[in-house]
């Protein structure tokens, strides 16, 4: 019986197989990385493999590894070999995905790339001299990494599930009053991960820190009266990550309230990813949303036709709606309009969305409407828009708040979408 991975190295192995002759190439060299140093320091940055490459392998890829892709054979594997006594020995791992490889063993000193074919192209960091420029190679196989395999769905579905569990334990530690950094320990402890094995660094903002997109600091106060939670942390599967966003309230209150109002408009956007979507045109329908959401709660006056024209919602939801997700949180090629390297760039409606192409089936993307109150943005609203139709008095009270982000992961079907995050917050 094929298994999932089986299948997915097949697929693979036709796309690369379709570039090859595309670009009459005989092998393409697919490098891991090298771990990289602080400056002056013999500390190295936490290491993250090529994507091109952990996409061919089902466990987490190390440093120094090479594949090596030719046409009509099996694909190799460089494998490092590590013999020295500061580091644990580095064996290849065990399991049946080596029926399917061709497995070398080097030390860094072996020339293992000594008989590749002339045409060969590189895709990595530090291309060996031999390989050959191949512009254009990197987009025509990214735009394809765009739909995902059954064998990467199933990776995303079990790092939903473990980030999940961190965001449970997340929200018991905030409501037992605990400091931001007690809650992302909480959520490290249940995601079983270390900071460093994060997909990105959680995100963890009591209060007015919920307004900071990309808060990056972890408070040690606790914060027995806490009023929000905002955390966005995912967690991965050999490389393939997920990428949530809760926000946790303690009192039921008129905030609480607009996080319902927008915790539906999630919903609804998430059952919109379908395929023959245009990512923008949902995008759009998220601004006519917290529009209408500002207005039904008393925030802004202004019809949503009037707060489009005068960008009232770009105030409260200054970011994009989402974006591709895979080995990278921000997978690559969400701006590509096609393989060539045609890009499709986000207009000034909004500047910061990262993807920009019509859905198709079994993409995964996030779904992460926001609303926040950000004092930087509501000065400029009230210095640049006079006309502003908003509560001013009724903001100053929200501020303490901070802000809403709602991110699930969602699988784009035909008819309806397969939404991962909920799917897992069901099961605990
Ligand atoms: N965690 C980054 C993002 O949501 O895009
Ligand atoms: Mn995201
Ligand atoms: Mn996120």
């Known amino acids: ?18 570039a090859l002759s595309h670009f009459n190439l005989d092998a393409i060299v697919l490098a891991s990385g090298e771990k990289s140093y602080y400056f002056q320091d013999d500390h190295t940055h936490p290491f993250h493999a ?30 490092p070999v590590r013999d020295d006594f500061w580091h644990a020995p580095n064996p290849v791992p065990a399991g049946d995905w ?18 590749l ?3 060969t192209a590189w895709l990595g960091l530090k291309p060996m001299e031999f390989t050959i420029p191949c512009e254009g190679l990197k987009a025509y196989l990214d735009f394809s990494k765009a739909i995902k395999t059954p064998y990467e769905i199933n990776a995303m579905t079990a790092a939903s599930e473990q980030a999940v569990k961190g965001h449970i334990a997340a929200k018991q530690a905030f409501l037992a009053g605990m ?49 929000t939670l905002l955390i966005d942390a995912g967690a991965n599967e050999h490389g393939y990550a997920s990428d949530i966003t809760r926000t946790f309230v303690r009192h039921n209150d ?24 245009e990512f923008r045109k ?31 919602p770009q105030v409260f939801f200054p970011h994009g709606l989402g974006h591709l997700l895979g080995l990278q949180v921000h997978d690559v090629g969400g701006h590509q309009a096609d393989q060539f390297g045609n890009l499709n760039l986000p207009d000034e409606q909004a500047p910061f969305l990262r993807l920009t192409r019509t859905l198709k089936e079994n993409m995964v993307i996030t779904i992460e409407p926001g609303l926040y109150f950000i004092p930087m943005l509501i000065e400029k609203m009230k210095a640049e828009i006079p ?13 303490p708040y901070g802000g809403i982000r709602i991110e699930d992961n969602v699988v784009v079907k035909s008819t309806k979408p397969d939404n991962l995050t909920r799917t897992a917050f069901s099961k605990y």
């Open 1 to 18: 019986m094929t298994t999932l991975y089986q299948a997915h190295l097949a697929e693979l192995t036709n796309r690369y197989e379709d």
């Open 50 to 79: 090529y994507s091109g490459a952990q996409q061919w392998l089902p466990f987490t890829l190390g440093a120094e590894t090479y594949l090596i892709i030719k046409a009509g054979q099996k694909p190799t594997l460089v494998w």
């Open 98 to 115: 080596q029926h399917n490889w061709n497995i070398v063993e080097a030390k860094k000193q072996d020339k293992w790339y000594a008989d």
């Open 117 to 119: 074919p002339q045409k």
């Open 179 to 227: 400091s931001e950094l007690e809650i992302h320990l909480a959520f490290l402890q249940a995601s079983q991960q270390s900071a460093t094995q994060e997909p990105y660094p959680g995100i963890v903002g009591l209060d007015e820190h919920a307004a900071v997109l990309h808060y990056e600091h972890k408070s040690i106060k606790k914060q027995a009266n806490s009023r």
């Open 254 to 277: 008129e905030f609480s309230a607009l996080v319902d109002s927008l915790d539906k408009m999630e919903q609804s956007l998430c059952a919109k990813a379908l395929s023959g979507v």
């Open 282 to 312: 949902l995008h759009q329908d998220t601004l006519i949303g917290i529009s209408t959401l500002l207005r039904d709660h008393q925030i802004c006056s202004l019809s949503v036709e009037e707060q489009l024209s005068k960008r009232i």
């Open 387 to 399: 006309q502003h139709g908003c509560d001013l008095s009724k903001i100053q009270q929200f501020l």
